[in-house]
């Protein structure tokens, strides 16, 4: 069944809303309907917010009609948050993650919480895939994603530790941008692992995430490692400046042939559009120690996931899955020593990225292997996402094709430590100019 037309996303609603062209209880009229048409198959959604008070909502603000999916490991005063465990399906907070506040007082509606595979890690949800009922929206944000994906809400916030914006994003055809690490509030977000852990966006254009970042970073360093990074260049009518044709480094890794035909062939055929542009695209490989910051990575999350579930795992061994009560395992084997060096490599290998990509505006690679995996007890290979969270270097995925199965494939670009506005300025440029899929 061919679906209906498309809500606006989040740049363009604000605009129409300002403008006058289009009213804010329409528009949540519109997302409020494109819920009821895919949300009882898609699963999206944990918990909604009743639609006369999403309606009853609008007041004023720069957001005002605009509804936004949180993850449901974000803390909100008026729903559950739940954390993708059953240790926690009844629990309701009496407070709001400040990034959630702050999206009140632009005005947006908080249209409901979205699946997260438990704690983030490993354990689905029910949600689908938007494209393909029969394949994983990816994870752990897969709520987010497939709501987003469907048309449902224009915004919604992810979290990523490994993979789980990106990833996600990729797979449901939609944009998604993970800041450099520390740039958008994680207070009132449960966590996974701190020295790892990122708040990201997930929207349907680089405009928007570019707009949401601009909206939700970081204001004040108040957070332990928190940053503050300027807000990226906007125009009104138009959004991003696009910079001009850039120079990438097509980057060679140690895990290419997990890649499918179709991924590979996506990327080439993108390569070749953008080359036709003006684009400089240069083949390019990391120094082999970088490759040993996905088991450096594995070493925080393990140290750090153990030492947060070990009481849950003890306590609540029945509503702990098999996957959380391995992460406790591993933690528990992994040394100090370990995990210092772990963290000494971490911090040295983001300093030297700047130097490595000298002379490139960004990293060009793939998101994910391929398209989204069938069935929903795997929500995909994040290896292709694991070593820019390691680092804490802004990553963002938009969509470049569709596979035989009609299930989107996309492209990821990353850019050195705090590069986050000249990142979003080249994949607006490369947005442009490809063909929307």
């Known amino acids: 069944m061919k679906p209906n037309k498309l809500p606006l996303g989040l740049f363009a609603a604000t605009r129409a809303i300002a403008e006058g062209s289009l009213s ?60 993708g465990s059953p240790i926690y399906a009844d629990q309701v907070l009496d407070y709001d993650a400040p990034i959630v506040a702050h999206i009140r007082q632009l005005g947006a509606a908080v249209f409901g919480k979205t699946v997260t595979t438990e704690f983030a890690w490993r354990q689905p949800g029910p949600t689908v895939n938007p494209f393909h009922a029969g394949h994983t929206p990816g994870g752990s944000s897969s709520g987010s994603a497939a709501a987003v994906g469907a048309g449902i809400v224009p915004l919604a916030l992810g979290t990523q530790t490994v993979g789980s914006v990106i990833r996600p994003a990729a797979f449901c055809g939609v944009v998604g941008f993970k800041a450099s690490f520390g740039a958008v509030p ?23 995430v570019a707009y949401a970042f601009n909206m939700l970073r970081n204001r004040a360093a108040v957070e332990p490692d928190s940053i503050v990074l300027p807000a990226v260049p906007m125009k009104t ?23 499918t035909a179709e991924q590979q062939q996506a990327m080439e055929h993108a390569v070749k559009q953008l080359r036709a542009q003006g684009a400089v695209i240069e083949e390019f490989a990391l120094p082999d120690e970088y490759w040993t910051g996905i088991d ?34 591993k933690g528990r084997a992994r040394s100090a020593l370990d995990y210092l060096g772990a963290r000494a490599l971490q911090q040295r290998l983001r300093a030297d990225a700047a130097t490595q990509l ?8 793939i998101p994910a292997t391929g398209e989204a995996p069938e069935g929903l007890d795997f929500t995909g290979d994040p290896v292709f996402c694991a070593l820019w969270s390691f680092l804490g270097l802004p990553a963002l995925t938009v969509p470049i094709a569709r596979s035989a199965k009609g299930l ?26 490809l063909p929307a899929v």
């Open 408 to 433: 989107p494939l996309g492209l990821q670009l990353i850019a050195p430590y705090k590069q986050d506005a000249h990142l979003l300025r080249t994949g607006r440029w490369i947005e442009l100019s």
């Open 24 to 83: 804010p209880k329409d528009y949540l009229q519109q997302c409020l309907a494109r819920a009821d048409e895919r949300e009882p198959t898609l699963h999206a959604f944990v918990a909604r917010t009743p639609a006369q008070e999403v309606l009853d909502s609008v007041s004023g603000g720069e957001w005002a009609g605009i509804p936004v999916g949180v993850k449901d490991l974000i803390a909100t005063r008026t729903l559950t948050t739940t954390n």
């Open 358 to 365: 000298k002379g490139f505006d960004a990293i060009l690679t």
């Open 296 to 329: 450096a990575m594995f070493c925080l999350l393990e140290c750090e996931g153990g030492a947060i579930h070990q009481e849950h795992v003890a306590h609540f061994p029945e509503r702990s899955s098999v996957h959380l009560k391995e992460l406790v395992e």
């Open 237 to 259: 009518d138009t959004g991003i400046e696009p910079q001009a044709a850039p120079r990438l480094a097509w980057l060679r890794t140690p895990y290419d042939e997990r890649v």
């Open 186 to 208: 994680r207070a009132g977000v449960f966590p996974l692992a701190g020295s790892l852990d990122h708040v990201g966006f997930i929207a349907r254009s680089v405009n928007d």
